[in-house]
């Protein structure tokens, strides 16, 4: 099940895992939730909120007869341990609560991240898992269809455009909508200008670094690189935005491999408009499929290093220019 999926709840179940990275999705299910708990209002004294750590007082809280409410609701949050790679699993716990749980309580799980498999299972046979993120392939449809919510008309190569801007990141493709929802009148269509002047302001465009970058000129890609971040651009953000097009030229060249010829058979498997694959096509002609994925190998390891604070994000950036235009990423 996804977040959208959730609709209209006619019948509440006693868990839901919601499970994914995009944390405004899962809010959007939360609150779906939420109000079919509660309809008439009432939540202030129905629903609290706990971290992973404290999930045996939510339990109790669940347990407890509602009494200015008709339910109770429980969200909490589940982080992922230091040193470990999935979220904490309260599998266990959960067991014997899920055994007999009061039909007046809902439990909400946020894991933002894949769940342990124990975890899931149970959440998928007591109750549900609902997905929060957005595969990358599909976030350039996704994007228009969000932004039709909003009453925004995006064009295929506009919504690729911004998609490739905000480093695939569903999350940053939600704000800068609402950037622009806030900003223009409803029901035109999106120009050009408008991305220019609300997503990516200043004069210089991340796409020009990523031409830069794909045309393997090291002075042009490292002078854009500066005019960005002179103009307030966020450096990891424009590190996503890199290792998106990073993929995007191993899947369009991995494409070719296989015999993949036409733009729209290309523009079907690659989930993209025309002009996303025009794109690709023209900065893939620079770089072999194994410079392209020891690019990708030095992404893994330069985003290791700035979450871990071995590097600066400017630095970062300017060494996976040089290295890749370079070297090939060796």
């Given at each position: 099940m996804t977040?959208?999926?959730?609709g209209d709840l006619r019948e509440l179940k006693p868990v839901y895992l919601l499970e994914g990275e995009s944390q405004a999705l899962a809010s959007e299910a939360e609150?779906?939730?939420?109000?079919?708990?509660?309809?008439?209002?009432?939540?202030?004294?129905?629903?609290?909120?706990?971290?992973?750590?404290?999930?045996?007082e939510a339990l109790a809280f669940l347990r407890t007869v509602p009494f200015l409410a008709d339910r109770r609701m429980a969200v909490v949050t589940l982080e992922a341990r230091p040193g470990e790679r999935g979220a904490l699993d309260p599998a266990g716990e959960l067991e014997d609560y899920l055994r007999d749980p009061p039909p007046w309580a809902v439990l909400v799980l946020r894991c933002p991240g894949r769940a342990g498999n124990r975890l899931r299972s149970l959440c998928e046979k007591e109750?549900?898992?609902?997905?929060?993120?957005?595969?990358?392939?599909?976030?350039?449809?996704?994007?228009?269809?969000?932004a039709r919510a909003r009453g925004l008309r995006l064009s295929p190569t506009q919504a690729w455009w911004l998609v490739e801007a905000c480093g695939g990141e569903a999350d940053l493709v939600?704000?800068?909508?609402d950037k622009l929802s806030l900003a223009l009148?409803?029901?035109?269509?999106v120009r050009d200008a408008d991305l220019r002047e609300h997503v990516f302001p200043g004069p210089a465009a991340p796409f020009a670094?990523?031409?830069?970058?794909a045309g393997r000129d090291a002075g042009r890609?490292?002078?854009g690189l500066g005019r960005l971040l002179e103009q307030g651009a966020?450096?990891?953000?424009l590190l996503g935005s890199l290792a998106w097009q990073v993929r995007s030229l191993l899947l369009y060249c991995y494409l070719q491999r296989e015999g993949v010829r036409s733009t729209a058979e290309m523009a079907r498997c690659m989930e993209t408009s025309p002009a996303g694959v025009r794109a690709a096509a023209a900065r893939a002609r620079s770089f072999s499929i194994p410079e392209l994925e020891s690019a990708l190998a030095l992404l893994a390891d330069i985003d290791y290093r700035l979450k871990t604070g071995q590097t600066a994000p400017r630095q970062a950036l300017e060494e996976f220019v040089l290295r890749t235009i370079d070297t090939g990423g060796r």
């Open positions: 977040a959208a999926g959730l609150s779906a939730i939420r109000r079919a708990c509660f309809p008439g209002g009432g939540e202030d004294a129905g629903l609290g909120r706990w971290d992973g750590d404290h999930l045996t109750g549900a898992v609902v997905s929060c993120q957005v595969a990358r392939t599909d976030l350039p449809s996704w994007a228009r269809e969000r939600e704000s800068e909508l009148e409803p029901e035109r269509p670094l990523a031409d830069a970058w890609a490292l002078e966020d450096p990891l953000r």
